[in-house]
Each structure stands twice: as C-alpha cells, then as structure tokens.
T-cell receptor
C-alpha cells in the first residue's frame, strides 16, 4: 500500500512569485484535503477535492487554488506569494465518509517566502 | 461552529509517568473527535477517534481518550510514558465543511 507522497519537500520563493505543490494520494483514496500549518500552530483547512471537484473550502483567499486529477493526485497552487504564506503545507487523503474517517497525511512541503 | 481548545502548549513528564493532554471542544451537534500525533519532520498520524458509541476510546501506542459530554472534554491519556512518545499532539473536531479543525497542539517532552 503506497502512502501519501508530497513534492517538493522544501522550497524557497520570493514575495509575488507563484508556487505549485503536488500530492499523490494513498492507494484507493479518492478524496484529498490540503492544510496549512504555520510554525507553532495546528493545521488550518485550505480545501478538499473529491472526484476532481472542490468539495469544501476554508477561510483562504482565491489566490489559493487547487486541482485534482483522474488518478486522484492533486495540486495546490498559490499565486502572489506573501511572507505569511511561509508554512508547512500538508496533503491528506481519505475515503469520503463524512468526516468519520481517518485522514492520511503526507510529510508536507515546507515553503519559505522571502 | 465546531472548535477545540488544547490546554497547555507544553507538557513535560518523566519516563514511566502518566501522560495527560487536555482538550475541550465546542460543537453545536454531536461531535466527531480525533487525536493526531506529529513526530518531527513528519505528517500527522491518527492516534484515535470518537464518533459514536463507547465513550472510552483506545488507540495506538497505548493511548486512550474519554469523551465526556457534560464536561465537553476529550482528554488523551497514557498510563506510562515512553521516550518514544515525545512529539506534538493535536486534538481535532470534524467541521461542517468536510474539514478537520485542529487545536494549536501540545508538545510532549519525556524526561529520562
């Protein structure tokens, strides 16, 4: 069974740039969620994708966008990067069991914005 | 709206001592509650969850938690701490928006 994998593991960008983070979900999981974890804080929900459609969104501006592909992998795109976007971005896959299911997390992509 | 509050950002115990990590929740509907653990430079891993049924929930690595509706609490315990338990622990509640709402986390340190 293949777990959740994310790439890249670390990256450095400058303000105003754009970034794309990638996630491969665990085998058999068709739902992918993205979370932002700032230093010293708990993860904050960005959005969820199910069957290639956005299926829920947290309190993040539109410059945070995503995609899900037919193989259930996903991308998180962030435009016009700001210093406060520096964080660990976590991808989690799951089965669509209405929040009673377990989230399987990847190890994250650590983004630093200078 | 659903939310959780973790009491104590840092907890330090001696090896072999009781571990108690506190979590209180707020929810307008019967909550689904979770505890996750995060080891350094890793993602989060589910320790245990409460959805319905028995209020005492057993998880992995000897951890357990009790759902107490009257106290709106879901504290995490382990009778005897091990050095390998040192990590960040997050309490979470399921939201309305297909999301999981996490607390700020409690860092557990285990002293030899």
């Amino acid at each position: 069974e293949t777990g959740v994998t994310q790439s890249p593991t670390h990256l450095i960008k400058t303000r105003g740039q754009q970034v794309t983070l990638r996630c491969s979900s665990q085998s058999g999981h068709n739902t992918v969620s993205w979370y932002q974890q700032a230093l010293g804080q708990g993860p904050q929900f960005i959005f969820q994708y199910y069957r290639e459609e956005e299926n829920g969104r947290g309190n993040f501006p539109p410059r945070f966008s995503g995609l899900q592909f037919p193989n259930y992998s996903s991308e998180l795109n962030v435009n016009a990067l700001e210093l406060d976007d520096s964080a660990l971005y976590l991808c989690a896959s799951s089965l669509p069991t209405k929040n009673t299911g377990e989230l399987f997390f990847g190890e994250g992509s650590r983004l630093t914005v200078l | 709206a659903q939310s959780v509050t973790q009491l104590g950002s840092h907890v330090s115990v001696s090896e072999g001592a009781l571990v108690l990590l506190r979590c209180n929740y707020s929810s307008s509907v019967p909550p689904y509650l979770f505890w996750y653990v995060q080891y350094p430079n890793q993602g989060l891993q589910l320790l245990l969850k409460y959805t319905t049924g028995a209020t005492l929930v057993k998880g992995i690595n000897g951890f357990e938690a009790e759902f107490k509706k009257s106290e709106t609490s879901f504290h995490l315990t382990k009778p005897s701490a091990h050095m390998s338990d040192a990590a960040e622990y997050f309490c979470a509640v399921s939201g309305h928006n297909n999301d999981m709402r996490f607390g700020a986390g409690t860092r557990l340190t285990v002293k030899p």
